[in-house]
Each structure stands twice: as structure tokens, then as C-alpha cells.
């Protein structure tokens, strides 16, 4: 159950661009597309921003994307508001024999 | 409106037990699979435990054999009994529900619970 690796830290000034990584296996993120991304304010409970690798949940809006290659995943966050600095989490399923979920690291997006 | 609501944190000295439980409102627990997850102060986020709408159950290493994921169907509530508490285990619980919309992922969340172990 290691965790995917994602920097610690990503920044931009309004209105850019900003994407983030999410590295893990191929027995995670390889390996399925079931990749999910959160997005977490300080004190708040995560709330799902992407799922099955660049879905998008009713009312997110489409400044949010996402995409694989092989065993990474990206989020790309363009037009960059105030709103969206917080904290954003990768996640991947890994199949139904070990334990069928693991977080990224998390990356605390800054907009300077 | 779908709603879940964790109560059952506190302050718990280190070898205790704690139970947390999640109430569900406009969600049915039994039909999803739900997931409890911790994150220690300043940290990420740790999936704790996952049950599955069959009944399997998942653990994280850290807590094989001192947690018990549970729920009550007649209650609409997750549980997660925690025994042996370590300093370690001190976090903001957070359970998460796939509501069926979105495969395999978790789109409903409760505000969390805040759980310290210290003597």
C-alpha cells in the first residue's frame, strides 16, 4: 500500500495553468482507469473533482481536467481562481486482492 | 440531501478503544461501498478501511487486527470500531461513500471526526 507520489507543491498567478502529477505503479495507476482526484480545502472533508481518469462530477466545473500516460496521472487546473488553492489528492483503485484503494501524497496548490 | 454525519471522536488514552459511526441520510450505506480515511495533523490522506456492498472488508496494515469495519443496515450507519489505540492513530476521520454515480470513486463525504491519543 504505497502511496503514489505527487510534489508537494504547485503554483500560478490567475488565470494560468497549473498540473500536477500522480505517479504510482502498474498494478494501481497503470493498471486501471480508475483514477480520481480530490480536492481539499484546510479543515474541509476532500471533495471528488475527477473520476475514471478525466470524468468530471455534475457541477465541476471544466477548468479541471485529467489524463494518464502509463502508470501517471495528471490534473490540470487552467484559469486559475483564488477558490482553487487547496490541497488536491490523487487516487487510484489497485484491483480487489491487496487493499483496492491508495491516495497520492498530495500537492498544496498555491495562486500567487 | 445526502449526508454523512461521523460522531464518535475524543480524547482517548493510548492502549483504548474508540468506536466511530457514520450516520447516512438520503444515501443507503449497504448499497455502496464506503470507506473510512484518516489524516494525521499536516498530513495526507490514508485510507483506514473499505467495505464493500457484499460485506468485504479491507484494512490498511497499520490497523489489521486492532480495527473493525462494521455497519447496521437498520440504522443507515458505518461504524469503525478502533481497539489498541496508538499515538499514531491520532488523526481527523473522514468516511467517504461511492454513491453509485461515479465508478470507483468517493463522492460523498462527512465533515470528519477528530480522534487524539495521548496519555
Not at chain 1, 25 to 40: A, C, H, I, K, L
Not at chain 2, 16 to 32: D, E, I, K, M
Not at chain 2, 33 to 51: C, D, F, N
Not at chain 2, 56 to 79: M, W
Amino acid at each position: 500500500q504505497s502511496a503514489l507520489t505527487q510534489p508537494p507543491s504547485a503554483s500560478g498567478s490567475p488565470g494560468q495553468s497549473v498540473t500536477i502529477s500522480c505517479t504510482g505503479t502498474s498494478s494501481d495507476v497503470g493498471g486501471y482507469n480508475y483514477v480520481s482526484w480530490y480536492q481539499q480545502h484546510p479543515g474541509k472533508a476532500p471533495k471528488l473533482i475527477i473520476y475514471e481518469v478525466s470524468k468530471r462530477p455534475s457541477g465541476i466545473p471544466d477548468r479541471f481536467s485529467g489524463s494518464k500516460s502509463g502508470n501517471t496521472a495528471s490534473l490540470t487546473v487552467s484559469g486559475l481562481q483564488a477558490e482553487d488553492e487547496a490541497d488536491y489528492y490523487c487516487n487510484s483503485y489497485a484491483g480487489s486482492k491487496n487493499f483496492p484503494h491508495v491516495f497520492g501524497t498530495g500537492t498544496k496548490v498555491t495562486v500567487l | 440531501e445526502v449526508q454523512l454525519v461521523e460522531t464518535g471522536g475524543g480524547l482517548i488514552q493510548p492502549g483504548g478503544s474508540l468506536r466511530l459511526s457514520c450516520a447516512a441520510s438520503g444515501f443507503t450505506v449497504s448499497s455502496n461501498y464506503m470507506t473510512w480515511v484518516r489524516q494525521a495533523p499536516g498530513k495526507g490522506l490514508e485510507h483506514v478501511s473499505i467495505l464493500y456492498s457484499g460485506g468485504t472488508t479491507y484494512y490498511a496494515d497499520s490497523v489489521k487486527g486492532r480495527f473493525t469495519i462494521s455497519r447496521d443496515s437498520s440504522k443507515n450507519t458505518l461504524y469503525l470500531q478502533m481497539n489498541s489505540l496508538r499515538a499514531e492513530d491520532t488523526a481527523v476521520y473522514y468516511c467517504g461513500g461511492n454513491s453509485g454515480l461515479y465508478l470507483r470513486a468517493f463522492d460523498i463525504w462527512g465533515q470528519g471526526t477528530m480522534v487524539t491519543v495521548s496519555s
